[in-house]
């Protein structure tokens, strides 16, 4: 599937419910598939700066493809980072570079979680393009 | 009087919005208060009918503004019972309060000496000292906090030194809610000689401060958690003490005579004033502390403690409620966390259910490293808020927990 593909799947699934606290237990649920980052990797300097809460990032690269791994200590922010894992995870570095991620915007994450949280959100896209965007220099 | 909350939340347009489906329940009032109608309308009223800049112009509007302005610091010097007006100095808020002290009073101080504040300090009474430290190579020493949220007043008498020039400390803790006994510790500061700046940002809405009875030397506050316009405070001091203090900013206004060489600078309070002030934010403060003193602050203490134990004993039903500060004497403020769950997950819920409360180290990480805390989540009352809010509030808490619980 391509990034837009999943993308729309996401948004689909968020379509079912109408109540915001609906969709932040499915924010949380989501949370509990995020491939976790291995306690090697859990170390400070793969905290992603500008966040609330302390959300961990990790990337490697395998046949061409970067796979993140993730953790954090709120639930929310996990879920989060998990959706944006499931968008891009597994893609080449190029298209994750060029991902434009309007699911967010789709899904009006951005209103809805406080300007800190949003924050977060967006360091989160940050972070994991940068690790792309190192693997694609390295190539 | 009798005490009706609801009339007075009639008062207040804000306390009727609503948050998606959810009606607006505001718990942050430590953060900044709601502004009761007469605010409102006066700061609208400046604009359309009075606006013009103070203390200079002869024009009729101009003359209108600086008499409304001049009459604002009246209101206030008499809700404080200054002795004079000239002792109230307009500023910005707490913090720029305190940067005036720390700059004016900092300039009288030598290598060694000794400013002491406390452990719960909000992060605006400990930075302009450590500033001063790095600045003049002054000492900063602190009054530790004890496990229940109260201060360790038995060691004053061994902080306070032959070197101690000034005691900063806040009235009531904006993270614990913890109110100080700050009367019996400006008596012995005195007698050390150490003059006392009290913060009073979270105290002037909750309870009546007086500052000749207190006898402290300074008080700050800020005009927006009590009810007026931001980007307005108060610092007060003794008229001997503020004529003692060199300027903080230099400007129009604070000036007697600049030649080219040399400035001369104006009288009390026109010398700690520089530039345009914020001069509806000053008009709306004294409208503000005039609606105040409208009511009975025993009344409104009452209340508020009533709200704050009723509050204290519902949250307890909720398994895993942790409670940080359980001073004695303690202002409407409930800091807390649920075990095993991250503030801002539940800060997020209950945000999402029209509940506005603050989460996070509260610009108090001392409190926070001292309890090995990142943070709480703080729900702080005024006298609008309600016993059916509180069950709201609850209500919305436990569906919190329980999704992020499980």
Redesign the interface.
């Known amino acids: 599937m391509t990034i837009a593909e999943r993308e729309s799947e996401l948004i689909d699934e968020f379509s079912f419910y109408e109540d915001?606290?609906e969709k932040?237990?499915h924010i949380?649920e989501l949370g509990k598939s995020l491939p976790l980052i291995s306690e090697e990797h859990k170390k400070d300097e793969n905290i992603i700066k500008g966040c609330?809460?302390t959300v961990w990032l990790h990337a490697d690269l395998q046949d061409g493809k970067v796979i993140f791994t993730a953790d954090a200590?709120?639930?929310?922010?996990k879920g989060i980072i998990a959706m944006l894992v499931q968008v891009l995870s597994g893609n080449s570095p190029q298209n994750i570079i060029d991902a434009k991620l309007d699911f967010i915007k789709e899904l009006g994450l951005q209103e809805?979680?406080?300007p800190t949280?949003s924050n977060g959100l967006v360091s989160m896209v940050k972070q994991m393009k940068m690790y792309a965007l190192g693997f694609n220099m390295k190539a | 009087m009798i005490f009706e909350v609801e009339k007075i939340r009639e008062e207040f347009p804000i306390l009727k919005s609503q948050v998606?489906k959810y009606p607006l329940i505001y718990l942050d009032n430590g953060a900044t208060s709601e502004k009761p109608q007469c605010v409102i309308d006066r700061i609208q009223k400046y604009y359309e009918e009075e606006n013009a800049n103070i203390h200079r112009g002869v024009h009729h509007l101009s003359q209108i503004s600086t008499d409304n302005y001049e009459k604002a610091r009246k209101i206030i010097q008499s809700y404080l019972n200054a002795r004079f007006d000239h002792e109230i100095i307009f500023t910005k808020g707490t913090t720029d309060g305190i940067n005036l002290v720390a700059s004016s009073f900092g300039k009288l101080l030598k290598e060694g000496d000794e400013v002491l504040i406390t452990e719960m300090e909000h992060h605006s009474n400990i930075v302009p000292w450590h500033m001063l430290v790095e600045e003049k190579g002054i000492v900063v020493k602190y009054i530790p906090l004890k496990q229940n949220g109260e201060l360790d007043l038995s060691t004053l008498d061994e902080l306070l030194t032959d070197r101690t020039k000034l005691l900063s400390i806040t009235h009531i803790s904006n993270s614990l809610g913890t109110i100080n006994p700050i009367k019996e510790v400006i008596e012995k500061a005195h007698q050390n000689g150490t003059k006392v700046l009290i913060d009073a940002a979270q105290s002037l809405q909750h309870t009546k401060v007086d500052v000749q009875e207190l006898d402290c030397d300074l008080l700050v506050f800020s005009g927006h958690k009590v009810f007026g316009p931001t980007g307005v405070g108060i610092l007060y001091g003794k008229e001997e003490l503020l004529n003692e203090l060199p300027p903080y900013q230099g400007g129009g206004d604070m000036i007697k005579t600049v030649s080219m060489e040399r400035t001369t600078y104006n009288d009390l309070p026109h010398k700690f004033e520089a530039g345009t002030p914020n001069i509806v934010g000053g008009i709306a403060l004294g409208t503000a502390l005039e609606w105040l003193s409208g009511f009975d602050m025993e009344q409104v203490e009452a209340y508020e403690h009533e709200l704050l134990l009723y509050a204290t004993k519902r949250i307890k039903e909720i398994e895993g409620v942790k409670i940080y500060g359980e001073a004695e004497h303690k202002s409407a403020v409930l800091s807390f966390l649920v075990e095993n769950?991250?503030p801002?997950?539940i800060?997020?819920?209950l945000?999402?259910?029209g509940v506005a409360v603050r989460?996070?180290h509260h610009c108090t990480q001392p409190i926070m490293d001292f309890y090995s805390i990142p943070g709480t989540i703080r729900a702080s009352f005024s006298f609008y808020n309600t016993k059916e809010e509180i069950d709201q509030f609850i209500t919305a808490l436990q569906?919190a927990v329980n999704?992020?619980g499980a």
């Open positions: 915001w606290m932040y237990e949380i609330q809460s200590d709120a639930i929310i922010a809805h979680l406080s949280r | 998606g769950i991250h801002y997950d800060g997020t819920l945000n999402q259910q989460t996070g569906k999704m992020l």
